[in-house]
């Protein structure tokens, strides 16, 4: 348990230091968080750098070199062959390398290396396009880590690859050198500033195209997909040195170079979809299928072994045929491919599916199988397959490992290979004798496997266990002509190998790359080439537990990173993942670690958490860090906190006229004055508890409304209003409504007057003025203030709905949320009447109920022509995000949500607590809504997210209800 701090002189560990572009920081919390990645490997860095840029890199770089540390770049650390972890510097690439550019209407796009691929595909969307890669990490993978490994993905083949459809680079050389190979005169600069470099490269050309087994080599062994050691096929497809050099340093991890910048060829974008799962009685006539599927045109052909079948089989959320197949004898040696064919239009998606019908119609199936274009059909159907982490990561047994790995093999060898892959798991008790058993699944098109093992490494005999399961699939891959690394990377649990994968020849043409680039091997040692046959046992993550009420939260977690682009924290402190790592650092750390550690993670870790609880949303465990981080805070308060929590909660309509009186004083004293009262009181009372005032608090807002609203024919109520208290806490942005007299009125009133025209009745629970969602207890660790303000919450509905029958219409997104979570602070019967309550926002209300009404009675919407859309996090949670935009649809000719739009950080008042939080978690998105020039209006659906986009942005943002009332004020007469 730790102590709330009473100062915010914790905000920054030291020692940090200040570079020429560049941050550099070697306090030990900073070490200890960036040490963890998506790998199964462990190497704490001794100093991490933040650069603001190429140039910063480069002085980060020869910092790194005047201390003797080598150096590790660091993106989305998503990488799962440890190429993406480093004990010398490790400089983080990703915070402040996130532009895009979308080039020739979308054909082409120039990202920075920090840029993760589902942001781009964002850009890219707009135009029909998105990148060739997909690899299934693409809401955290990076641009720089798709270059750096190569990526490929489901789809992808050997000719969507990033080799395949890059362009041009910049690209920064281990001596500081800059090339841009897009230049006209690239090559000729590459030869007078790197001529040993640009000489070697063109010798090294010659000496591979002129031997016919290193040429024929180089062919097979790229004729599949394959990241095991360097791109040697560039020396073949490129006949320049600045062009070979360009596409060594796809897939070469960090270890000849950087890539700044990279230009892509696109894709077009196939949005008309079809999908079908096939289940045969047998890998043979599974794999049998394969090569007639292919030739249907089919965009993935997954393949699932019957391992993975009995977990699909035992997820309550899986098609109900798949669950099925688990009853009765059960799953024996059924094998399942999941086909999917993709097009531009409906005519382009026909003949496929014709084609597709042809081949399904004569396989021997064991269950009826159906083309489906149903979304949600389909979704149930990839469940299957992408499921497949979720549950066997998320099951593993304490302390073990979950170790995702990947190989290719050529297509006609995949029935052997996946029969020897089941007697090497029996051999080695991965089979479920020793361990969970391992599945196998992959992308049977290309010939490439995935399997999942749990071992233990940190026990002796597992690790001895595992080190001779390791060299046995060496045999079995190589055996059947494959490649020991297909998408993955060749990082170092499989750099010992390389030389075995290529033979002695080739393996000398790989080492010499490595010496002509970085010829002090300060970039990325260990990764790719190594000396140390034991490189791939060495520095090995052993999983620990994070113990106290923390560790059935968070043990599961793989460390994947999946949640970090979401997280709003994610470029001022920590992330989830990070937060979770040092939970389970904590646990194990010596004292004098453990005592610095704790004092810092007070501030870095909790209070900067905005608890949207986004990080669930994108954790493939379903890990919710604000949950956990909000357990955090209700533990640091001591009872007498509590008790005043609760206090609260009873008399919460006097205390928010009290708050509301203190935003009308603020908002008639100067700023200058209330702003430096507020900052002496953060200092002497503390930072998460006093707010900052600035000049963009608004004043006091209308009080809550408790009369009922009539419906138009007299009849019963549609609905109950709750409406929010932050309405009456802070006033509507005073001229985010353009044009139309009167200006914005605040949700409420906006939701009220809408329903008037529409004709819809509303009631109004009794004593809405002392109600409230509990968000502000739940959030600030107050558990009792939310179960005593959810009880009384409860009453009130459960009066105002008549037992549940009306359904509760919030007018905040966040509210609405809290409102949906109240069951979790009741206890028995309170519960379960509160889960038979309907609670509904006001957006999805308005969708679903008042726009078609509004129709009928002939009201007439006066349309804007373009409409900025910040969704929030608790709109995302409520899945209600399409609501939001049709209704913004409805009042605008064209309805933006920009591509960078995440959560805003606000969070109630930590927006107000830690300002830094949110002008952190809004800077990529306010960028774009800046770039893209001024809007008529600016939209989103909760009051202190408007608050924090305005903020951002300098524009005026209100609720969307606020601007389609003023769009039908005049029809209203």
């Given at each position: ?234 020396l073949l497809d490129h006949d320049t040195p600045v062009k070979i050099l360009e596409h060594l340093l796809v897939g070469s991890e960090g270890t ?144 073990a490992t979950a170790l995702l790995e990947d190989v290719v093999v050529p297509v006609p060898d995949l029935t052997a290979t996946v029969r020897d ?553």
């Open positions: 348990m730790t102590a709330r701090p009473t100062t915010g002189g914790m905000r920054r560990p030291r020692p940090r230091e200040e570079g020429a572009g560049y941050e550099l920081r070697t306090d030990l919390l900073s070490r200890v968080a960036h040490a963890h990645d998506a790998s199964h490997y462990l190497l704490r860095p001794e100093a991490v750098a933040r650069a603001d840029g190429l140039d910063g890199v480069v002085a980060a770089m020869r910092e790194a070199s005047r201390r003797g540390l080598p150096v590790t770049f660091r993106s989305g650390g998503t990488s799962l062959s440890g190429q993406a972890s480093g004990a010398g510097m490790l400089i983080d690439t990703r915070t402040r390398f996130t532009r895009v550019e979308v080039l020739d209407g979308g054909e082409r796009v120039r990202c920075q290396p920090g840029a993760t691929l589902r942001l781009v595909n964002g850009h890219l969307a707009r135009h029909g396009r998105r990148l060739g890669p997909d690899p299934a990490s693409e809401i955290a993978c990076t641009v720089g880590g798709v270059v750096a490994n190569n990526s490929s993905g489901m789809s992808s083949g050997t000719t969507r690859t990033a080799y395949r459809t890059v362009e041009s680079m910049t690209v920064v050389l281990a001596g500081g050198t800059v090339v841009d190979t897009g230049a006209a005169d690239a090559d000729e600069r590459l030869a007078a500033l790197e001529p040993d470099l640009h000489h070697g490269l063109a010798a090294l050309r010659d000496r591979v195209r002129s031997s016919t087994a290193m040429r024929a080599e180089v062919e097979r062994q790229f004729a599949m997909k394959n990241t095991m050691g360097y791109s040697v096929n560039a000849l170079g950087w890539v700044a910048d990279v230009t892509f060829r696109t894709v077009p974008l196939l949005t008309k979809v079809a999908t079908t799962l096939l289940v045969m009685d047998s890998l043979e006539r599974a794999t049998d299928a394969l090569v007639p599927l292919g030739a249907t045109g089919a965009e993935a052909i997954e393949l699932m072994d019957a391992a993975s079948l009995r977990v699909a089989a035992a997820d309550p959320k899986a098609d109900p045929s798949m669950r099925a197949l688990g009853q009765g004898a059960g799953i024996t040696g059924q094998t399942a491919l999941l086909v999917e064919y993709r097009a531009a239009t409906d005519e382009g998606l026909a003949p496929l599916q014709d084609a597709a019908r042809a081949v399904v119609d004569g396989l021997a199936l064991e269950l009826p199988a159906t083309l489906t274009t149903d979304p949600a059909t389909r979704e149930r159907l990839w469940r299957v397959r992408k499921g497949l982490y979720t549950a066997v990561a998320g099951a593993r047994p304490a302390g892959l089941g007697g090497l798991f029996a051999r080695h008790g991965y089979d479920g004798t020793l361990n969970d058993e391992a599945v196998t699944f992959g992308h049977a098109k290309d010939g490439n496997l995935h399997f999942m093992i749990s071992p233990r490494l940190g026990d002796a005999a597992e690790l001895d266990r595992y080190a001779a399961f390791s060299d046995d699939l060496v045999d079995l891959v190589l055996g059947h002509g494959g490649s020991l690394k297909a998408e993955h990377g060749t990082g170092r649990i499989m750099a010992p190998f390389v030389h075995r994968q290529y033979g002695d020849d080739l393996y000398a043409v790989m080492r010499e790359i490595k010496r002509l680039f970085d010829p002090r091997n300060v970039l990325n040692p260990g990764v790719v080439i190594t000396d140390d046959p034991t490189e791939h046992l060495r520095d090995l993550k052993v999983e620990a537990s994070a113990g106290g009420e923390d560790a059935a939260l968070v043990d599961r977690c793989v460390e994947c990173g999946y949640c970090e682009p979401g997280c709003p924290s994610r470029t001022v402190t920590t992330t989830p993942r990070q937060r979770i790592a040092l939970l389970k650092e904590l646990a194990v750390a010596p004292p004098e670690e453990r005592e610095e550690l704790q004092r810092a993670y007070e501030y870095w870790g909790v209070q900067t958490c905005a608890a949207d609880s986004m990080c669930v949303e994108a954790c493939p465990v379903g890990i919710d860090t604000g949950v956990v981080m909000k357990g955090h805070r209700a533990r640091s308060n001591p009872a007498l906190v509590q008790k005043g929590g609760e206090a609260l909660a009873g008399s919460w309509g006097p205390v928010v006229d009290v708050l509301r009186g203190a935003l009308g004083v603020a908002a008639k004293v100067p700023t200058p004055v209330v702003r430096a009262a507020s900052e002496v009181a953060r200092g002497l009372v503390g930072t998460d508890v006093v707010p900052r005032v600035d000049d963009d608090l608004p004043g006091p807002g209308l009080r809550r409304e408790a009369d009922d609203l009539p419906a138009a024919d007299g009849g019963a109520p549609r609905a109950v209003l709750f409406a929010s208290c932050m309405g009456e806490l802070f006033a509507p942005a005073p001229r985010g409504v353009p044009e139309v007299d009167g200006g914005a009125v605040g949700a409420e009133h906006a939701f009220r007057t809408l329903c008037e025209r529409a004709g819809i009745g509303l009631a109004v629970p009794e004593g809405i003025g002392g109600l409230c969602c509990g968000t502000p207890w739940v959030s600030k660790g107050l558990p009792d203030g939310a179960a005593r303000m959810a009880r009384q919450v409860l009453d009130a509905l459960w009066t105002a709905t008549r037992g549940g029958e009306l359904p509760v219409v919030c007018d905040a997104s966040s509210c609405t949320h809290g409102l949906v979570e109240t069951p979790h602070h009741l206890a028995g019967e309170d519960a379960e009447r509160f889960a038979r309550l309907r609670i509904v926002d006001a957006v999805t209300f308005v969708r679903t109920d008042v726009l078609p009404a509004l129709a009928e009675r002939g009201v007439e919407i006066e349309l804007q022509d373009s409409v900025v859309v910040h969704p929030t996090c608790a709109t995302v949670h409520l899945g209600a995000v399409d609501d939001l935009r049709a209704v913004a649809a409805a009042v605008a000719d064209e309805a933006v949500v920009p591509a960078a739009w995440g959560c805003c950080g606000f969070a109630g008042d930590r927006g107000m607590l830690h300002p830094e939080l949110t002008a952190a978690a809004t800077h990529a998105e306010a960028t774009e809504v800046l770039a893209g020039g001024r809007a008529d209006a600016y939209v989103s659906n909760n009051r202190t997210c408007e608050m924090g986009m305005t903020r951002a942005t300098g524009r005026d943002y209100v609720h969307v209800l606020e601007l389609l009332e003023a769009a039908t004020r005049s029809a209203a007469g």
